[in-house]
């Protein structure tokens, strides 16, 4: 079974931008669908975003659109998450995701069967 790391989360001011990363090992990358999800506390897990397996096709929460970007590089077994113009209510923790093949259910966290351990991103005024 694949193995999620995400790293490059931590502290910022509004407006601000960050680059998560989510390295696997255990599988090859190429071969999974891909999303982040994010959870504050006390909160539900929100659907951000999703890659398909080539990356020719991308998916967003209504609430990043414009803002943040999914990436992936199969080459370094990699999924990124590019987040510009951050606020407050941007404060989680947020998790990568990863489904074999193509998920049907890419906008919910049941459609994923592999998670990392998710990293803490915290907006401030």
């Known amino acids: 079974q694949v193995q999620l790391v995400e790293s490059g989360g931590g502290l910022v001011q509004a407006g601000g931008s960050l680059r998560l990363s989510c390295a696997a090992s255990?599988?090859?990358?190429?071969?999974?669908?891909l999303g982040w999800f994010r959870q504050a506390p006390g909160k539900d897990r929100d659907f951000v975003a999703a890659?398909?397996?080539?990356?020719?096709?991308?998916y967003y929460a209504d609430f990043v659109k414009g803002r943040f970007t999914i990436s992936r590089d199969n080459a370094k077994n990699t999924v990124y998450l590019q987040m510009n113009s951050l606020k407050p209510e941007d404060t989680a923790v947020y998790y990568c995701?990863?489904?074999?093949?193509?998920?049907?259910?890419?906008?919910?966290?049941?459609?994923?069967?592999?998670w990392g351990q998710g990293t803490q991103v915290t907006v401030s005024l």
């Open positions: 255990g599988g090859t990358l190429s071969y999974y669908f």
């Open positions: 995701a990863a489904q074999y093949g193509a998920s049907a259910n890419w906008y919910r966290g049941s459609g994923y069967r592999y």
């Open positions: 890659i398909s397996l080539s990356g020719g096709e991308t």
